[in-house]
């Protein structure tokens, strides 16, 4: 399928061109036609040489991968945590063409000022600063001109590839065609700036109201929906600074900075556990370009165009295994891991639980503070993958957005422990999944189901009397699984029979030909009998064969 990719069009060729220069071997030969063999992974740093080179989707291609440790070794996963594509900006004549488009207005009778130097420029968008006719501050957010062509055209090529290495025992196992329709998805979502408009909604409503920390604290930008399309995204303008850049003068906390240090690590802990185990939907990127430290001393979350989700079901099985992180409960943690997993091979549940036990024995004699919370969550995806026990594709994004929110805590306040944060926190959930949020509603709904029940249970009993006593009570049993039991013994019994048969035949051949001589027909009779006899045994001896049943 790729052999002659020279002779293509010029996004193959650089494919093909980048590959060679950095030296892959297995990619080599691949896309020149030769036959596919295992997969063989190229160092790690030549595999973000070789993304980089290739372009904003390669380089969003390994952000993905990267958030994956059920699939690639930690060497990988450390360097593609850190990639980044140095992109330059786009001219602002190109830039201006797409506001105009996507804007019904004409552009000068909806801003008094756009600042043509760009405040930030990605593989996807650039943001510039901007002024509307009413004064508001806003940032654009504008798609890179014909990025959406690129994207598909990489898409396509993608899968090709991922075909070809299907192809393989290890491509099969990892379904690397699902994954990159997995990555397809995510990639055509940030392409679309009204589902990250709808998500930074979704979000400020969700973080608008807690008991675990005040809302009023975290500010998450207003979308100017009127303004905003599929490539054009208009928000409100936040003044302040990257949060690690912040000058922490503590206004707030009687001029104590370290106080505000650490009451900010705690406020963004606590309002994306909040995210995790309550909502079940979380902005899935909390470096700290994307952490602001805003003029009034409140925390600012933004860019919202990778977002995760996690089902009410993996949320539960994700608390109980923080805390048997936390209490160091190998056995705890594999039964949890399997529980977690979406298919898995048979597993030596011995090994499973020995390999949890010396991880997190190299951590009993620890003070809890020296514990990387976000590397053990790491390590346990590893050891799923090590069992070929297959985690649901979003815990690598869980994983990582918990290894980058530990990192910003762990920069604001050195002494901050995330076990400790975690065990009120779990408390706080499991009195809520017990009592629930509305304990008086619910108790009100369970008393009115027991008086239904008590209501109806006389009348049920009552007809289930009637049917006893009246002979007329019918039992429909339905197991599953019988049929193919069932079609194996029809199987069976009919081989058996013509078996019984064909030797009654045989035995009946015999005893005629003994009294042929005195008689010609009866040599003819035995004779056909003989024969007949002999098709049927050869008929069965065959369909066994073929059924390979014969052993």
């Given at each position: 399928?790729?052999?002659?990719?020279?002779?293509?069009?010029?996004?193959?060729?650089?494919?093909?061109?980048?590959?060679?220069?950095?030296?892959?071997?297995?990619?080599?030969?691949?896309?020149?036609?030769?036959?596919?063999?295992?997969?063989?992974?190229?160092?790690?740093?030549?595999?973000?040489?070789?993304?980089?080179?290739?372009?904003?989707?390669?380089?969003?291609?390994?952000?993905?991968?990267?958030?994956?440790?059920?699939?690639?070794?930690?060497?990988?996963?450390?360097?593609?945590?850190?990639?980044?594509?140095?992109?330059?900006?786009?001219?602002?004549?190109?830039?201006?063409?797409?506001?105009?488009?996507?804007?019904?207005?004409?552009?000068?009778?909806?801003?008094?000022?756009?600042?043509?130097?760009?405040?930030?420029?990605?593989?996807?968008?650039?943001?510039?600063?901007?002024?509307?006719?009413?004064?508001?501050?806003?940032?654009?957010?504008?798609?890179?001109?014909?990025?959406?062509?690129?994207?598909?055209?990489?898409?396509?090529?993608?899968?090709?590839?991922?075909?070809?290495?299907?192809?393989?025992?290890?491509?099969?196992?990892?379904?690397?065609?699902?994954?990159?329709?997995?990555?397809?998805?995510?990639?055509?979502?940030?392409?679309?700036?009204?589902?990250?408009?709808?998500?930074?909604?979704?979000?400020?409503?969700?973080?608008?109201?807690?008991?675990?920390?005040?809302?009023?604290?975290?500010?998450?930008?207003?979308?100017?929906?009127?303004?905003?399309?599929?490539?054009?995204?208009?928000?409100?303008?936040?003044?302040?600074?990257?949060?690690?850049?912040?000058?922490?003068?503590?206004?707030?906390?009687?001029?104590?900075?370290?106080?505000?240090?650490?009451?900010?690590?705690?406020?963004?802990?606590?309002?994306?556990?909040?995210?995790?185990?309550?909502?079940?939907?979380?902005?899935?990127?909390?470096?700290?370009?994307?952490?602001?430290?805003?003029?009034?001393?409140?925390?600012?979350?933004?860019?919202?165009?990778?977002?995760?989700?996690?089902?009410?079901?993996?949320?539960?099985?994700?608390?109980?295994?923080?805390?048997?992180?936390?209490?160091?409960d190998g056995k705890r943690c594999s039964q949890l891991t399997l529980e977690l997993a979406e298919s898995t091979q048979p597993v030596n549940l011995s090994h499973l639980e020995n390999d949890f036990d010396r991880l997190l024995r190299r951590y009993y004699n620890l003070n809890l503070a020296a514990i990387n919370f976000s590397q053990l969550?790491?390590?346990?995806?590893?050891?799923?993958?090590?069992?070929?026990?297959?985690?649901?594709?979003?815990?690598?994004?869980?994983?990582?957005?918990?290894?980058?929110?530990?990192?910003?805590?762990?920069?604001?306040?050195?002494?901050?422990?995330?076990?400790?944060?975690?065990?009120?926190?779990?408390?706080?959930?499991?009195?809520?999944?017990?009592?629930?949020?509305?304990?008086?509603?619910?108790?009100?709904?369970?008393?009115?189901?027991?008086?239904?029940?008590?209501?109806?249970?006389?009348?049920?009993?009552?007809?289930?009397?009637?049917?006893?006593?009246?002979?007329?009570?019918?039992?429909?049993?339905?197991?599953?699984?019988?049929?193919?039991?069932?079609?194996?013994?029809?199987?069976?019994?009919?081989?058996?029979?013509?078996?019984?048969?064909?030797?009654?035949?045989?035995?009946?051949?015999?005893?005629?030909?003994?009294?042929?001589?005195?008689?010609?027909?009866?040599?003819?009779?035995?004779?056909?009998?003989?024969?007949?006899?002999?098709?049927?045994?050869?008929?069965?001896?065959?369909?066994?064969?073929?059924?390979?049943?014969?052993?």
């Amino acid at each position: 399928m790729f052999s002659g990719l020279s002779q293509t069009n010029s996004r193959q060729r650089k494919i093909v061109n980048v590959v060679l220069r950095h030296g892959w071997g297995y990619m080599r030969v691949l896309l020149l036609g030769g036959k596919a063999q295992e997969p063989s992974l190229p160092p790690p740093r030549v595999l973000c040489n070789i993304l980089v080179d290739l372009g904003p989707v390669y380089v969003k291609l390994g952000q993905l991968l990267s958030t994956r440790p059920d699939l690639l070794p930690p060497p990988y996963i450390e360097a593609l945590t850190s990639l980044q594509a140095e992109v330059p900006p786009v001219d602002w004549q190109a830039v201006e063409a797409v506001i105009r488009k996507q804007l019904q207005k004409p552009i000068e009778e909806t801003f008094a000022i756009i600042h043509r130097q760009p405040v930030a420029a990605g593989s996807i968008a650039q943001t510039h600063r901007a002024t509307l006719i009413d004064r508001r501050e806003v940032a654009l957010k504008i798609q890179r001109p014909g990025i959406d062509r690129v994207v598909e055209q990489d898409i396509r090529l993608l899968r090709g590839l991922a075909r070809l290495v299907n192809r393989t025992q290890v491509g099969r196992y990892y379904n690397l065609l699902s994954i990159v329709e997995e990555f397809a998805t995510a990639l055509r979502a940030e392409l679309n700036f009204t589902q990250e408009a709808s998500s930074t909604d979704l979000l400020r409503r969700n973080l608008s109201k807690s008991n675990w920390f005040d809302p009023q604290q975290l500010v998450l930008p207003e979308i100017y929906w009127d303004l905003t399309s599929e490539k054009l995204l208009v928000m409100e303008w936040l003044h302040g600074v990257p949060l690690l850049a912040g000058d922490f003068k503590g206004t707030n906390y009687g001029g104590d900075g370290q106080a505000e240090r650490r009451a900010i690590a705690d406020l963004i802990v606590r309002a994306y556990f909040q995210q995790f185990y309550i909502d079940g939907i979380f902005h899935a990127d909390p470096h700290p370009g994307n952490l602001f430290y805003l003029d009034s001393g409140r925390i600012a979350l933004i860019d919202f165009g990778m977002m995760g989700r996690l089902d009410p079901r993996t949320q539960q099985i994700l608390i109980e295994l923080i805390l048997a992180i936390a209490n160091l409960d190998g056995k705890r943690c594999s039964q949890l891991t399997l529980e977690l997993a979406e298919s898995t091979q048979p597993v030596n549940l011995s090994h499973l639980e020995n390999d949890f036990d010396r991880l997190l024995r190299r951590y009993y004699n620890l003070n809890l503070a020296a514990i990387n919370f976000s590397q053990l969550i790491y390590q346990v995806l590893q050891i799923a993958q090590k069992h070929q026990i297959r985690v649901p594709s979003n815990m690598g994004l869980y994983a990582k957005t918990l290894a980058n929110l530990e990192g910003v805590a762990r920069q604001l306040n050195p002494d901050f422990n995330l076990v400790e944060q975690v065990k009120p926190l779990m408390a706080d959930l499991f009195r809520q999944r017990l009592i629930g949020h509305a304990p008086l509603q619910d108790l009100l709904r369970a008393a009115l189901d027991i008086k239904t029940l008590s209501l109806d249970a006389p009348r049920q009993l009552e007809m289930l009397l009637d049917r006893v006593t009246s002979e007329t009570l019918q039992w429909n049993v339905a197991v599953r699984g019988l049929e193919p039991f069932r079609r194996t013994l029809d199987a069976v019994g009919n081989r058996l029979t013509f078996g019984i048969v064909t030797a009654a035949i045989l035995i009946g051949a015999a005893m005629i030909f003994a009294r042929a001589p005195s008689n010609p027909i009866f040599y003819w009779v035995s004779g056909s009998l003989f024969v007949a006899a002999s098709l049927i045994g050869l008929w069965l001896i065959v369909s066994m064969i073929r059924s390979g049943r014969i052993k």
